[in-house]
């Protein structure tokens, strides 16, 4: 296991910024995850600090010791692919012990680690089989197993569950959970979705256009946004923001409550909604409106409990209330947060 430090790390392609300054500290042992949306350099920054892309400036550091020039081998590193990238004609155990092979570990030694890999993410019983012959699932735990088998000081992920179903993704989360509580390796994983980072991470870093934008954990990223993009990157549907007094408010569509349906705290912040639509989703709805008119009007989404949707109609106004506590307030013009606490 080690730490990682990265200090003001940049990474140019011609005029194109795929990194541009980029800090952070991942002390042992952590799961970090790296969430953007596609372009916004995550990848390029993982693959900078297995040594796959050289950047431009800035310093690397792996336990305390300084990687920029060590090649991808020197680093004790293990990543996970997208692809999995495993080997057709090799079988799986030999797809996991191809690691060891090439540092040419001792015959018992392989025998010893393979096993233990295998039971580790249950695939003991598909040791004999090529990647044609397994599911979606089961080729993204060899490719775990693959990367675990070195004992790895840092194990990077890039997009691991992009090629997987919805329900294969919702497992293999809880085995990523599982994994990194029994061996405590330093992971940076990289996804482009906010339910696998606020799910795995034990930190989160949101980032765009090559700049890390927040870090934090995924109880801050989601309550406490440092600015507008990450106040509307987190949250499906997004933070509503409101132009309020020359500077932008904000709150969460969950966060909205239906006047007229109990009582109403005394701090509070009203809305005149517009309805123009309503969206049921079994547990939940989704109330579409305008608030105010003409050049002033502004979109808004409302999640409502679904028993509370038959209280609302399209082509009528419903007042709904935020409690101020849940209130986040912005710059307008630099969509910094404004909030102290």
């Known amino acids: 296991m080690a730490s990682l430090s990265i200090r003001d790390l940049c990474t140019y392609y011609g005029r194109v910024k795929a990194v541009d300054g980029v800090s952070?500290?991942?002390?042992?042992?952590?799961?970090?995850?790296?969430?953007?949306?596609?372009?916004?350099?995550?990848?390029?920054?993982?693959?900078?600090?297995?040594?796959?892309?050289q950047p431009s400036s800035g310093e690397i550091y792996i336990d305390g010791k300084l990687a920029n020039a060590l090649p991808p081998k020197a680093r004790n590193i293990s990543m996970v692919f997208q692809s999995y990238a495993l080997y057709p004609h090799k079988t799986v155990a030999k797809n996991i012990s191809f690691p060891l092979e090439a540092l040419k570990t001792p015959t018992d030694q392989i025998k010893t680690k393979v096993a233990w890999a295998a039971d580790l993410f249950g695939?003991?019983?598909?040791?004999?089989?090529?990647?044609?012959?397994?599911?979606?699932?089961?080729?993204?735990?060899?490719?775990?197993?693959?990367?675990?088998?070195?004992?790895?000081?840092?194990?990077?992920?890039?997009?691991?569950?992009?090629?997987?179903?919805?329900?294969?993704?919702?497992?293999?989360?809880?085995?990523?959970?599982?994994?990194?509580?029994?061996?405590?390796?330093?992971?940076?994983?990289?996804?482009?979705?906010?339910?696998?980072?606020?799910?795995?991470?034990?930190?989160?870093?949101?980032m765009s256009y090559g700049k890390l934008q927040q870090i934090g954990t995924p109880h801050e990223i989601y309550h406490k946004p440092s600015n507008t993009f990450v106040a509307q990157f987190m949250g499906s549907p997004p933070m509503n923001l409101l132009p309020e007094g020359g500077d932008l408010i904000g709150f969460h569509p969950?966060?909205?409550?239906?006047?007229?349906?109990?009582?109403?705290?005394?701090?509070?912040?009203?809305?005149?909604?517009?309805?123009?639509?309503?969206?049921?989703?079994?547990?939940?709805?989704?109330?579409?409106?305008?608030?105010?008119?003409?050049?002033?009007?502004?979109?808004?989404?409302i999640k409502v409990p679904e028993r509370k949707a038959h209280m609302i109609e399209a082509g009528r106004t419903a007042t709904f209330y935020v409690p101020w506590s849940l209130i986040r307030r912005f710059d307008a013009q630099t969509g910094i947060s404004k909030d102290q606490d």
């Open 24 to 53: 952070l500290e991942v002390p042992d042992g952590e799961f970090l995850v790296l969430l953007g949306s596609s372009g916004s350099g995550k990848s390029t920054l993982m693959r900078s600090v297995a040594g796959l892309e």
């Open 123 to 206: 695939i003991g019983h598909l040791l004999a089989r090529k990647p044609r012959e397994l599911s979606g699932g089961e080729r993204q735990r060899v490719a775990l197993a693959r990367a675990m088998v070195r004992s790895p000081s840092l194990f990077l992920m890039d997009e691991p569950l992009s090629n997987l179903d919805a329900k294969l993704r919702h497992s293999a989360r809880r085995e990523f959970k599982r994994l990194h509580k029994e061996t405590g390796i330093t992971t940076i994983y990289v996804t482009h979705d906010q339910v696998e980072a606020m799910g795995l991470g034990q930190r989160v870093a949101v």
């Open 254 to 301: 969950e966060h909205c409550e239906l006047e007229g349906d109990g009582p109403v705290p005394d701090n509070a912040y009203h809305l005149q909604v517009q309805v123009e639509q309503v969206e049921e989703l079994g547990s939940d709805a989704l109330v579409y409106g305008v608030i105010g008119t003409g050049d002033a009007a502004t979109n808004v989404i």
